[in-house]
């Protein structure tokens, strides 16, 4: 039963789908529309132009946790709150005990004190020689900072401070370092490397799509619709300013997807318009049905993709919704470019998007034979795929989440410098001290004992090295210094509160035990809630404590909104539950590569980074969730063509090899231009961006190569009928909410024998 055009005139008395009639409509209204859009593009240009400057940074804490909230109370009852910045002074003739050296150090206080946007500075000469303030050799020591104000505000007034205070004189060599300051060092890098990326993902994106389309006009206009996405993008990134913090990150993300979504829908929407005028169509006719085929997809498969991003709504972190923010609004420009602008452009073009010579492809190329060859042998392709799938994902395994440090900056950036002296030369930090608040027990002369004998049990935990507190500073048990002038900074009339410092080891590597063996201590003779633990260890591990606590409601909201999504697609429930789990294989691959390269170390030098043993869990999740969304894109792009096919003809393994080659060489060459996209950030100096552009290279290419062309097409055939198998409460309630394509075009043939070839024939025209 061959395909005939007049098929696909609806009876006027059936009303046809929505997106058909919208077809019709920008194909009529083609100039209109065009204009509007470059209209739309002009402001979206003007609103973007601002929107880095209103990016903002964000550090690694939980708003409203203990250890946020212990901050603030120290902040206003003590002045106490978590130093983020260090100077380095290294002595260069003696130690930092001379009287010259020590001079130098004063003087270098009290200038960083009268800085705009300090809110407290100590050093170790103010500290009374304080020996976690001391390097091992005796030439260096620290002038520790508080900044004020929020995070985006101590960090811009660290752009000034940093220069200013970087210093090598006869005396002494002045180096910045600390939290802040390799975060602010970070974001200034990925500033660049947006830049940078900018620069190499356009050209190189127009001359893979002249190498798909072999036309100009249509690489262009592909192009076009990714700088739309990423120019409105941008733009309402900045309406969402106004209302919430969205971090400098999410804009490098919105680059890569703004061109990769965009490009990826255009070339469904343009290759589904040239077949359509291949076939013999009008040109106004082409459109209406390639906004009623391709768009349906496009629309599906945004609404996946969106559903992925959207769950980063339910981390109650800035950093991680900021990427929610730019990923939905991508998704939704990008759709709105495909559907809207895209075929209004395309009725303005015509023909002219054709190739020359353009004429009917052959109906059994390449991805036909494979989808033949590996269903007539399914076992034989499918056990070796898998195997290869799961040893990929193995060293998932041994995944160890850590917190986040100066690794994720080049070996001679200086901060990161500063920081490999400190672990090198100090037997512990004292910038990540663990504050210990106490209250209920006032700082007074009565409490003293009780005072004296908690610091002194706080010092004996395995791990802590040194304990300071309002009646000295102890070690292992016994006092090692008396209490001075800085001792007052402990005590208030209602409560007191001991600072902790653990061996870099602990920080690393056991905090969370000593945080709970700290809070025993701390806690005898208290009221219940008397005691509570910040600095800057605790906010890390609240942080990552938060994250994997949040991943399983998370990851199930994924799952069970997509494969709703896909049910009511297909109207199936096997094809749904096949596509989640060949998506979490490709994602176990992602992790497990994650592992062997950036936590275990291997081909480090290859790309430049150092591993830190662990993986920061902050951005893994993201590139869950966008890999995740990204590879339902595909699937929804691939089950569109197969169910196309099915319904005519009635022919599950002559549907697969039909489906697959018509949407498998469209969608390598989307993968490929996704992953071109993703890859400009391999190359990034932040480890964070080379994790993400690495990580969704490997998930992209293979599961648009090796998945899709082995294991898809294996599974649907060991399934047979049974793919389109649904119970018959939810087959009806998909016949009453399902959504599908209700053209006549579409109307299932009747069944034909499950023989490869048959809906082939029976598809074409």
Known sequence: MPRTHTSDRPDPHDRPP??????????????????AGVVLAVLGLVLAAGTMNRLVLSRFETPGSESVTTRAFLEKEFEAGTP??????????????????????????????????????????????????RGNDGKQALIIARMAGTV?????????????????GAQVKVQVGGGDEIFRQAAEQSRKDFLRAEMIVFPLVLLLLFAIYRRFSAAFLTLGMGLFSVITTLALMRGVTYLTDVSTFAANLALVMGIGLGVDYSLF????????????????DAVEQSVAHAGRTVAFSGLTVVLSLAALLLFPFPFLRSFAYAGVATVLTSVFAALVILPAALARLGRKVLRKNDGTRPEQGWWHRTALRMMGRPLLYGIPALVVLLGLASPTLGLTFGVPGAQVLPRDVSSRVVQQQILDNFAAEEMSAIKVLRTGQAGTDANRSSIDATAAELSRIAGIHQVDALTGSYAEGQRIAEPGEASRRFASERDTWYSVVATHRTVAQDIDRAHSEIRSVAAKGAEPGAVKIGGYPAELSEFRAELVDRLPLVFGLILVTTFLVLFLMTGSVLLPAKAMFLNTLSMGVMFGVLVWIFQEGNLADLFGFTPSGSIEPSIPILMFCVAFGLSMDYEVFMLSRIKEEYDLTGDNAGAVAAGLERSGPLITSAAVILAASFATYASSEIVFLKMLGIGMVVVILLDATLIRAVLVPVSMRLAGKANWWAPAPLRAFHDRFGISESSPAAQPAAAAPDTAGAGVRAGRS
């Open 18 to 35: 929505a997106l058909q009639r919208w077809g019709r409509v920008t194909a009529a209204r083609s100039r209109l529309v065009v204009w």
């Open 84 to 133: 983020s910045v260090l100077l380095m002074v290294t002595a260069k003739q003696g130690t930092v005990d001379g009287d010259a050296v020590a001079g130098e150090g004063r003087a270098l206080e009290r200038e960083l004190a009268g800085q705009d946007g300090v809110a407290e500075v100590f050093s170790y000469w103010s500290r009374g020689n304080s020996p976690v303030m």
């Open 152 to 168: 985006t505000e101590a960090r811009t007034r660290l752009a000034d401070i940093s220069p200013a205070f970087t210093r090598d």
């Open 269 to 284: 929407v343009i290759n589904r318009f040239r077949e359509e005028l291949r076939a013999g169509r009008t040109v106004p």
